[in-house]
Protein backbone atom coordinates (compact mmCIF):
# COMPACT_ATOMS: atom_id res chain seq x y z
CA UNK A 1 0.00 0.00 0.00
CA UNK A 2 1.20 3.73 -0.53
CA UNK A 3 2.71 5.77 2.12
CA UNK A 4 1.44 8.89 3.37
CA UNK A 5 1.04 12.01 1.26
CA UNK A 6 3.11 13.96 3.25
CA UNK A 7 4.80 11.80 5.62
CA UNK A 8 2.93 12.92 8.71
CA UNK A 9 1.05 11.57 11.19
CA UNK A 10 -0.35 12.16 14.72
CA UNK A 11 1.04 8.71 16.25
CA UNK A 12 -0.40 9.41 19.40
CA UNK A 13 -3.91 9.27 18.61
CA UNK A 14 -4.62 12.52 20.05
CA UNK A 15 -6.81 15.70 18.96
CA UNK A 16 -4.59 18.14 19.14
CA UNK A 17 -4.85 21.23 16.87
CA UNK A 18 -2.94 21.79 13.99
CA UNK A 19 -0.93 25.34 14.08
CA UNK A 20 -0.98 25.54 10.31
CA UNK A 21 -4.63 25.33 9.17
CA UNK A 22 -6.64 26.15 12.97
CA UNK A 23 -8.52 23.13 12.63
CA UNK A 24 -7.81 19.35 14.33
CA UNK A 25 -4.80 17.30 13.05
CA UNK A 26 -4.87 16.76 9.55
CA UNK A 27 -4.76 13.02 7.97
CA UNK A 28 -3.65 11.64 10.90
CA UNK A 29 -2.06 8.35 10.07
CA UNK A 30 -3.06 6.16 13.43
CA UNK A 31 -6.69 4.34 12.85
CA UNK A 32 -6.37 0.91 11.06
CA UNK A 33 -6.39 2.11 7.48
CA UNK A 34 -3.21 3.88 7.87
CA UNK A 35 -1.03 4.11 4.73
CA UNK A 36 -4.22 3.57 2.67
CA UNK A 37 -4.70 5.66 -0.23
CA UNK A 38 -7.65 6.63 -2.14
CA UNK A 39 -8.95 8.64 -4.57
CA UNK A 40 -12.88 9.58 -4.36
CA UNK A 41 -14.45 10.88 -7.92
CA UNK A 42 -17.51 10.64 -6.73
CA UNK A 43 -20.53 13.07 -5.67
CA UNK A 44 -23.68 13.55 -3.77
CA UNK A 45 -23.90 10.87 -0.98
CA UNK A 46 -23.19 6.80 -2.07
CA UNK A 47 -19.61 7.67 -3.67
CA UNK A 48 -18.82 9.96 -0.84
CA UNK A 49 -20.10 8.22 1.97
CA UNK A 50 -17.32 5.08 1.07
CA UNK A 51 -15.02 8.22 1.13
CA UNK A 52 -15.92 9.32 4.26
CA UNK A 53 -16.20 5.77 6.37
CA UNK A 54 -12.45 5.08 5.08
CA UNK A 55 -11.61 8.25 5.45
CA UNK A 56 -12.92 8.16 9.57
CA UNK A 57 -10.44 5.46 9.64
CA UNK A 58 -7.21 6.70 8.53
CA UNK A 59 -7.06 6.07 4.76
CA UNK A 60 -5.97 8.88 3.38
CA UNK A 61 -9.02 10.28 0.82
CA UNK A 62 -8.38 12.51 -1.70
CA UNK A 63 -11.67 13.65 -3.31
CA UNK A 64 -11.99 14.89 -6.87
CA UNK A 65 -14.13 17.85 -7.74
CA UNK A 66 -14.38 19.96 -10.71
CA UNK A 67 -13.08 23.08 -10.57
CA UNK A 68 -15.97 25.69 -11.26
CA UNK A 69 -18.99 23.73 -9.23
CA UNK A 70 -17.47 20.58 -7.08
CA UNK A 71 -19.05 18.13 -5.76
CA UNK A 72 -23.37 19.37 -6.16
CA UNK A 73 -23.14 18.11 -2.12
CA UNK A 74 -21.98 21.23 -1.36
CA UNK A 75 -24.99 23.31 -2.37
CA UNK A 76 -26.95 20.57 -0.93
CA UNK A 77 -29.97 20.36 1.27
CA UNK A 78 -29.61 22.92 4.81
CA UNK A 79 -27.06 25.27 4.26
CA UNK A 80 -25.17 27.89 7.26
CA UNK A 81 -25.10 31.15 5.05
CA UNK A 82 -22.61 29.44 2.32
CA UNK A 83 -21.52 26.48 3.92
CA UNK A 84 -23.46 23.40 3.20
CA UNK A 85 -23.84 21.26 6.34
CA UNK A 86 -23.86 17.85 4.24
CA UNK A 87 -20.35 19.05 2.50
CA UNK A 88 -18.88 19.30 5.70
CA UNK A 89 -20.13 16.00 6.88
CA UNK A 90 -19.72 13.81 3.91
CA UNK A 91 -16.72 15.26 3.19
CA UNK A 92 -14.61 14.94 6.48
CA UNK A 93 -11.26 13.40 6.96
CA UNK A 94 -10.69 14.08 3.12
CA UNK A 95 -8.79 15.98 0.76
CA UNK A 96 -9.95 18.09 -1.60
CA UNK A 97 -8.55 18.97 -5.02
CA UNK A 98 -9.94 20.28 -8.23
CA UNK A 99 -9.42 18.10 -11.17
CA UNK A 100 -11.76 18.75 -14.94
CA UNK A 101 -12.25 14.93 -15.97
CA UNK A 102 -13.44 15.36 -19.51
CA UNK A 103 -10.14 17.34 -19.99
CA UNK A 104 -7.67 15.59 -22.12
CA UNK A 105 -4.77 16.94 -19.54
CA UNK A 106 -7.06 16.46 -16.78
CA UNK A 107 -7.31 12.67 -17.86
CA UNK A 108 -3.58 12.68 -17.51
CA UNK A 109 -3.24 14.38 -14.38
CA UNK A 110 -5.99 11.75 -12.79
CA UNK A 111 -3.77 8.90 -13.97
CA UNK A 112 -0.82 10.09 -12.37
CA UNK A 113 -3.08 10.77 -9.54
CA UNK A 114 -4.22 7.22 -9.32
CA UNK A 115 -0.92 5.25 -9.80
CA UNK A 116 -0.47 6.51 -6.67
CA UNK A 117 -3.85 4.85 -5.34
CA UNK A 118 -5.12 1.74 -3.55
CA UNK A 119 -8.62 2.21 -4.39
CA UNK A 120 -10.97 4.65 -6.41
CA UNK A 121 -14.43 5.20 -5.72
CA UNK A 122 -16.92 6.67 -8.57
CA UNK A 123 -19.93 6.91 -9.00
CA UNK A 124 -20.77 8.62 -12.40
CA UNK A 125 -23.29 7.10 -14.75
CA UNK A 126 -21.40 3.79 -16.50
CA UNK A 127 -19.91 4.57 -19.66
CA UNK A 128 -18.96 8.01 -18.58
CA UNK A 129 -15.06 7.06 -17.12
CA UNK A 130 -14.90 4.55 -20.52
CA UNK A 131 -15.89 7.93 -22.82
CA UNK A 132 -13.53 9.63 -21.01
CA UNK A 133 -10.56 6.72 -20.96
CA UNK A 134 -10.57 6.27 -17.49
CA UNK A 135 -12.12 2.80 -17.66
CA UNK A 136 -10.99 -0.29 -15.52
CA UNK A 137 -8.83 -1.26 -17.86
CA UNK A 138 -6.60 1.81 -18.76
CA UNK A 139 -6.32 2.99 -15.37
CA UNK A 140 -5.00 -1.07 -14.43
CA UNK A 141 -1.95 -0.77 -16.75
CA UNK A 142 -0.70 2.29 -14.38
CA UNK A 143 -1.90 0.66 -11.08
CA UNK A 144 -1.84 -3.15 -11.56
CA UNK A 145 -3.41 -3.54 -7.80
CA UNK A 146 -6.30 -0.98 -8.23
CA UNK A 147 -9.49 -1.78 -6.09
CA UNK A 148 -12.36 0.00 -8.41
CA UNK A 149 -15.34 0.71 -6.57
CA UNK A 150 -18.07 1.66 -9.53
CA UNK A 151 -21.43 2.60 -7.93
CA UNK A 152 -24.58 3.42 -9.97
CA UNK A 153 -28.36 3.30 -9.77
CA UNK A 154 -28.78 -0.08 -11.83
CA UNK A 155 -25.37 -1.61 -12.02
CA UNK A 156 -22.66 -1.53 -14.64
CA UNK A 157 -24.59 -3.75 -17.15
CA UNK A 158 -28.68 -4.75 -17.76
CA UNK A 159 -31.14 -3.22 -19.15
CA UNK A 160 -31.11 -0.02 -17.19
CA UNK A 161 -27.55 0.95 -16.51
CA UNK A 162 -27.37 3.91 -18.59
CA UNK A 163 -30.21 5.21 -16.95
CA UNK A 164 -29.91 8.36 -14.17
CA UNK A 165 -30.14 6.13 -11.13
CA UNK A 166 -31.05 8.21 -7.71
CA UNK A 167 -31.43 6.76 -4.42
CA UNK A 168 -35.44 7.50 -4.52
CA UNK A 169 -35.59 5.85 -7.41
CA UNK A 170 -34.21 2.67 -5.94
CA UNK A 171 -36.19 3.23 -2.95
CA UNK A 172 -38.94 3.08 -4.98
CA UNK A 173 -37.91 -0.13 -7.18
CA UNK A 174 -36.33 -1.95 -4.56
CA UNK A 175 -40.11 -2.87 -3.01
CA UNK A 176 -39.19 -0.61 -0.31
CA UNK A 177 -41.71 2.60 -0.60
CA UNK A 178 -44.44 -0.20 -1.13
CA UNK A 179 -43.69 -1.73 2.25
CA UNK A 180 -43.12 1.55 3.86
CA UNK A 181 -46.07 3.47 5.16
CA UNK A 182 -49.94 2.46 5.86
CA UNK A 183 -52.12 0.14 4.18
CA UNK A 184 -54.85 2.82 2.98
CA UNK A 185 -52.23 5.36 2.10
CA UNK A 186 -49.63 6.08 -0.65
CA UNK A 187 -45.96 3.75 -0.39
CA UNK A 188 -43.70 6.50 1.63
CA UNK A 189 -40.23 7.46 0.78
CA UNK A 190 -38.22 7.75 3.74
CA UNK A 191 -36.65 11.34 4.31
CA UNK A 192 -33.13 10.88 3.75
CA UNK A 193 -30.82 8.52 1.32
CA UNK A 194 -31.73 5.39 2.49
CA UNK A 195 -30.23 3.82 -0.75
CA UNK A 196 -27.49 5.75 -1.25
CA UNK A 197 -26.31 4.84 2.65
CA UNK A 198 -27.32 1.36 2.51
CA UNK A 199 -25.23 0.68 -1.03
CA UNK A 200 -22.63 2.69 0.85
CA UNK A 201 -22.09 0.21 3.65
CA UNK A 202 -22.25 -2.77 1.25
CA UNK A 203 -19.71 -0.96 -1.11
CA UNK A 204 -17.29 -0.52 1.73
CA UNK A 205 -16.91 -3.73 3.01
CA UNK A 206 -16.67 -4.92 -0.33
CA UNK A 207 -13.10 -2.77 -1.09
CA UNK A 208 -12.36 -4.11 2.03
CA UNK A 209 -12.86 -7.68 1.31
CA UNK A 210 -10.92 -7.03 -2.07
CA UNK A 211 -8.23 -5.64 -0.67
CA UNK A 212 -7.75 -8.77 1.83
CA UNK A 213 -7.92 -10.64 -1.34
CA UNK A 214 -5.17 -8.66 -2.82
CA UNK A 215 -3.01 -8.13 0.89
CA UNK A 216 -3.67 -11.55 1.93
CA UNK A 217 -4.27 -14.34 -0.50
CA UNK A 218 -1.85 -12.85 -3.07
CA UNK A 219 -5.12 -11.50 -5.22
CA UNK A 220 -5.14 -8.74 -7.72
CA UNK A 221 -6.63 -5.97 -8.00
CA UNK A 222 -10.17 -5.86 -9.22
CA UNK A 223 -13.57 -3.45 -10.31
CA UNK A 224 -16.38 -3.50 -8.11
CA UNK A 225 -19.69 -3.16 -9.31
CA UNK A 226 -22.15 -1.79 -6.53
CA UNK A 227 -26.01 -0.57 -7.67
CA UNK A 228 -28.08 1.45 -5.44
CA UNK A 229 -31.24 -1.38 -6.31
CA UNK A 230 -29.83 -4.27 -4.97
CA UNK A 231 -28.77 -3.48 -1.44
CA UNK A 232 -31.46 -2.18 -0.40
CA UNK A 233 -33.45 -5.03 -2.04
CA UNK A 234 -31.21 -7.31 0.25
CA UNK A 235 -31.84 -5.64 3.18
CA UNK A 236 -35.92 -5.96 3.04
CA UNK A 237 -36.10 -9.92 3.94
CA UNK A 238 -37.21 -12.81 2.72
CA UNK A 239 -39.17 -11.63 0.15
CA UNK A 240 -38.60 -13.16 -3.30
CA UNK A 241 -38.60 -16.93 -1.19
CA UNK A 242 -42.10 -15.42 0.88
CA UNK A 243 -43.20 -14.98 -2.95
CA UNK A 244 -42.06 -18.07 -4.57
CA UNK A 245 -42.91 -19.88 -1.58
CA UNK A 246 -45.79 -19.06 -0.28
CA UNK A 247 -47.39 -16.72 -3.00
CA UNK A 248 -47.63 -13.30 -0.92
CA UNK A 249 -47.13 -9.96 -1.69
CA UNK A 250 -46.13 -8.36 1.69
CA UNK A 251 -48.42 -5.00 1.97
CA UNK A 252 -47.69 -2.07 3.80
CA UNK A 253 -48.39 -2.19 7.85
CA UNK A 254 -48.13 1.03 9.00
CA UNK A 255 -45.98 0.76 12.54
CA UNK A 256 -47.10 -3.26 12.99
CA UNK A 257 -45.75 -5.57 12.41
CA UNK A 258 -46.92 -9.00 10.63
CA UNK A 259 -44.34 -11.30 12.05
CA UNK A 260 -45.24 -10.03 15.61
CA UNK A 261 -47.38 -8.21 18.11
CA UNK A 262 -47.54 -6.31 19.80
CA UNK A 263 -45.09 -3.73 17.95
CA UNK A 264 -46.37 0.04 17.08
CA UNK A 265 -45.89 3.28 18.58
CA UNK A 266 -48.29 5.11 21.08
CA UNK A 267 -48.99 8.37 22.30
CA UNK A 268 -48.66 9.00 26.29
CA UNK A 269 -50.44 11.02 28.55
CA UNK A 270 -48.51 14.44 27.82
CA UNK A 271 -48.31 13.71 23.79
CA UNK A 272 -45.23 12.08 23.46
CA UNK A 273 -44.23 9.15 21.62
CA UNK A 274 -42.79 5.91 22.29
CA UNK A 275 -42.21 2.41 20.57
CA UNK A 276 -43.09 -1.24 21.68
CA UNK A 277 -41.51 -4.30 20.12
CA UNK A 278 -42.45 -7.70 21.68
CA UNK A 279 -40.79 -9.97 19.01
CA UNK A 280 -41.08 -12.97 21.49
CA UNK A 281 -43.45 -14.49 23.79
CA UNK A 282 -41.76 -13.47 26.70
CA UNK A 283 -41.42 -10.00 25.64
CA UNK A 284 -45.22 -10.40 25.12
CA UNK A 285 -45.72 -11.28 28.57
CA UNK A 286 -43.97 -8.74 30.46
CA UNK A 287 -45.54 -5.92 28.33
CA UNK A 288 -48.83 -7.39 29.82
CA UNK A 289 -46.83 -6.69 33.76
CA UNK A 290 -45.89 -3.26 32.40
CA UNK A 291 -49.32 -2.08 31.74
CA UNK A 292 -50.55 -3.80 34.68
CA UNK A 293 -52.75 -6.50 32.99
CA UNK A 294 -51.23 -9.86 33.95
CA UNK A 295 -54.73 -11.16 33.14
CA UNK A 296 -54.01 -10.57 29.64
CA UNK A 297 -51.93 -13.60 29.34
CA UNK A 298 -54.61 -15.81 30.21
CA UNK A 299 -56.71 -14.16 27.78
CA UNK A 300 -56.90 -16.80 24.87
CA UNK A 301 -56.83 -13.86 21.98
CA UNK A 302 -53.25 -12.96 23.50
CA UNK A 303 -51.76 -15.99 24.91
CA UNK A 304 -49.97 -16.69 21.59
CA UNK A 305 -48.58 -14.40 18.73
CA UNK A 306 -50.22 -16.05 16.27
CA UNK A 307 -53.38 -15.09 18.25
CA UNK A 308 -51.91 -11.82 19.17
CA UNK A 309 -51.36 -10.82 15.48
CA UNK A 310 -55.47 -12.00 14.82
CA UNK A 311 -56.66 -9.84 17.46
CA UNK A 312 -53.75 -6.78 17.52
CA UNK A 313 -56.49 -3.94 17.02
CA UNK A 314 -58.32 -5.54 20.06
CA UNK A 315 -54.28 -5.16 21.84
CA UNK A 316 -53.15 -1.77 20.49
CA UNK A 317 -56.65 -0.47 22.31
CA UNK A 318 -55.91 -1.71 25.24
CA UNK A 319 -52.01 -0.45 25.48
CA UNK A 320 -52.80 2.40 23.88
CA UNK A 321 -56.06 3.22 26.52
CA UNK A 322 -53.51 3.03 29.69
CA UNK A 323 -50.27 5.29 28.02
CA UNK A 324 -53.48 7.59 27.89
CA UNK A 325 -53.46 7.46 31.23
CA UNK A 326 -49.26 8.12 31.53
CA UNK A 327 -46.86 10.56 30.87
CA UNK A 328 -44.20 9.14 29.13
CA UNK A 329 -41.41 8.95 32.20
CA UNK A 330 -44.18 7.15 33.45
CA UNK A 331 -44.21 4.52 31.01
CA UNK A 332 -40.54 3.99 30.40
CA UNK A 333 -40.20 3.73 34.21
CA UNK A 334 -43.09 0.91 34.06
CA UNK A 335 -41.85 -0.78 31.48
CA UNK A 336 -38.64 -0.86 32.78
CA UNK A 337 -39.34 -2.05 36.22
CA UNK A 338 -40.82 -4.93 34.22
CA UNK A 339 -37.94 -5.18 31.84
CA UNK A 340 -39.76 -5.18 28.86
CA UNK A 341 -38.82 -3.60 25.26
CA UNK A 342 -40.10 -0.38 24.93
CA UNK A 343 -38.27 3.07 23.69
CA UNK A 344 -38.92 7.01 23.50
CA UNK A 345 -39.39 7.88 19.91
CA UNK A 346 -36.31 10.47 19.69
CA UNK A 347 -35.94 13.32 17.19
CA UNK A 348 -32.08 15.02 17.32
CA UNK A 349 -33.01 17.06 19.97
CA UNK A 350 -34.07 14.17 22.22
CA UNK A 351 -30.59 12.30 21.10
CA UNK A 352 -28.39 14.78 22.19
CA UNK A 353 -29.40 15.37 25.69
CA UNK A 354 -29.86 11.65 26.02
CA UNK A 355 -26.83 10.19 28.72
CA UNK A 356 -26.64 7.06 27.02
CA UNK A 357 -26.01 8.83 23.82
CA UNK A 358 -23.40 11.18 25.46
CA UNK A 359 -21.75 8.60 27.78
CA UNK A 360 -21.13 6.07 24.52
CA UNK A 361 -19.64 9.85 22.63
CA UNK A 362 -22.33 9.43 19.81
CA UNK A 363 -21.21 12.57 18.71
CA UNK A 364 -18.16 15.09 18.83
CA UNK A 365 -17.50 18.78 18.66
CA UNK A 366 -14.72 19.55 15.76
CA UNK A 367 -13.18 22.83 15.57
CA UNK A 368 -14.04 24.38 11.94
CA UNK A 369 -13.06 27.73 10.23
CA UNK A 370 -16.20 27.57 8.70
CA UNK A 371 -18.92 27.11 11.16
CA UNK A 372 -16.93 27.06 14.46
CA UNK A 373 -17.35 24.09 17.26
CA UNK A 374 -19.45 22.03 14.80
CA UNK A 375 -21.52 18.49 16.41
CA UNK A 376 -21.23 15.55 14.13
CA UNK A 377 -21.77 12.00 14.38
CA UNK A 378 -18.38 9.81 15.99
CA UNK A 379 -16.47 7.16 13.70
CA UNK A 380 -18.56 3.93 14.19
CA UNK A 381 -17.82 0.89 14.72
CA UNK A 382 -15.68 1.20 17.86
CA UNK A 383 -12.06 -0.35 17.77
CA UNK A 384 -9.87 -0.97 21.01
CA UNK A 385 -7.03 -0.59 19.78
CA UNK A 386 -6.67 1.63 16.39
CA UNK A 387 -10.44 3.36 16.73
CA UNK A 388 -11.26 5.97 13.72
CA UNK A 389 -11.82 10.04 14.73
CA UNK A 390 -13.36 12.89 12.78
CA UNK A 391 -10.19 15.20 12.29
CA UNK A 392 -12.19 17.91 10.71
CA UNK A 393 -14.64 18.49 8.34
CA UNK A 394 -15.33 19.25 4.88
CA UNK A 395 -12.69 20.88 3.30
CA UNK A 396 -12.44 23.89 1.09
CA UNK A 397 -12.97 23.30 -3.17
CA UNK A 398 -9.14 22.76 -3.98
CA UNK A 399 -8.00 23.38 -0.51
CA UNK A 400 -5.32 20.66 -0.92
CA UNK A 401 -4.39 21.30 -4.61
CA UNK A 402 -0.85 22.01 -3.91
CA UNK A 403 -0.23 19.09 -1.47
CA UNK A 404 -1.42 17.02 -3.40
CA UNK A 405 -0.19 17.40 -7.15
CA UNK A 406 2.94 19.16 -6.02
CA UNK A 407 4.11 16.73 -2.75
CA UNK A 408 2.32 13.49 -3.88
CA UNK A 409 2.80 13.73 -7.69
CA UNK A 410 5.59 16.07 -7.61
CA UNK A 411 4.68 18.47 -10.51
CA UNK A 412 6.34 21.77 -9.91
CA UNK A 413 5.15 25.07 -9.78
CA UNK A 414 4.82 26.14 -13.04
CA UNK A 415 3.23 23.31 -14.14
CA UNK A 416 0.55 23.55 -11.19
CA UNK A 417 0.02 27.37 -12.81
CA UNK A 418 -0.29 26.51 -16.39
CA UNK A 419 -3.11 23.19 -15.55
CA UNK A 420 -4.56 26.22 -13.44
CA UNK A 421 -4.77 28.93 -15.78
CA UNK A 422 -6.23 26.09 -18.43
CA UNK A 423 -8.86 25.03 -15.94
CA UNK A 424 -7.49 21.57 -15.26
CA UNK A 425 -7.33 22.47 -11.63
Given at each position: MTNEMDGTSDVDGTDEPNEADGRVATDGADGPLRGLTVVEAGSMISGPTVG??????????????????????????????????????????????????????????????????????????????????????????????????RMSGFGQDGPYAEKPGFGTLAEAMSGFAYLNGFPDREPLLPPTGLADSIAALYATFSV???????????????????????????????????????????????????????????????????????SAQPLAM????????????????????????????????????????????????????????????????????????????????????DLGEAVVQSVVPKFSETPGRVRHLGADLGEHNDAVYGDLLGYDEELRAELGEEGVV
Open positions: RLLADFGATVIKVEHPEFGDHIRNFGPQRGETGLWHKYLSRNKRSVTLDLSAERGQTVFRDLVSEADVLIENFRPGTFERWNLGYGRLREVAPGLVMLMFALYDREVNGGSGQCIDVSLIEPIFNVLGPQPLRYQQLGEVEARSGNRSTSSAPRNVYRTKDDRWVAISARTFDAIGRPDLKDDPRFSTNERRLENVEELDAIIQEWMDEHTRKEVLAAFDAADATLAPVYNVEDILHDEHYRAREATVTVDDP
